[in-house]
């Protein structure tokens, strides 16, 4: 089965941290970006971040400077560190993959990403 398992979601106070992890399972990393996308209830799934290699990684404006995303393809995974997170950042998280490039990521909300995991859920509140 082809596809991603996503971890570390739970509950945090604003302002605290959590760490996401998106394990594949299937197949490797290599040539692949890897997006992070976020859905709550009632909206829209939005683009948070996107890689393809640590010089080349995307925020949404709504994240940048709190989030950072990193890849280790030897582990076959890609991880979110989210700090100083805030209620609006609650949502369920996953994780996509599309060959080669991030393409329009954030504006296409991940549309022609593949192999979507069951997510993790973010839940901040105090």
């Known amino acids: 089965q082809v596809e991603f398992v996503e971890s570390g979601g739970g509950l945090v106070r604003p302002g605290g941290s959590l760490r996401l992890t998106c394990a594949a399972s299937?197949?490797?990393?290599?040539?692949?970006?890897i997006g992070w996308f976020r859905q709550a209830p009632g909206k829209e799934r939005e683009g948070v971040s996107c890689i393809i290699s640590e010089d080349n990684a995307y925020y949404a404006s709504s994240v940048e400077g709190r989030f950072t995303i990193s890849r280790d393809n030897t582990k076959n995974t890609v991880t979110l560190q989210m700090n100083s997170l805030r209620p609006e950042d609650a949502a369920t998280y996953y994780c996509?993959?599309?060959?080669?490039?991030?393409?329009?990521?954030?504006?296409?909300?991940?549309?022609?990403?593949?192999?979507w995991g069951q997510g993790t859920q973010v839940t901040v509140s105090s």
């Open positions: 996509a993959r599309r060959r080669s490039s991030c393409g329009n990521w954030y504006y296409t909300r991940g549309a022609g990403f593949g192999s």
């Open positions: 299937g197949f490797t990393l290599e040539d692949e970006a």
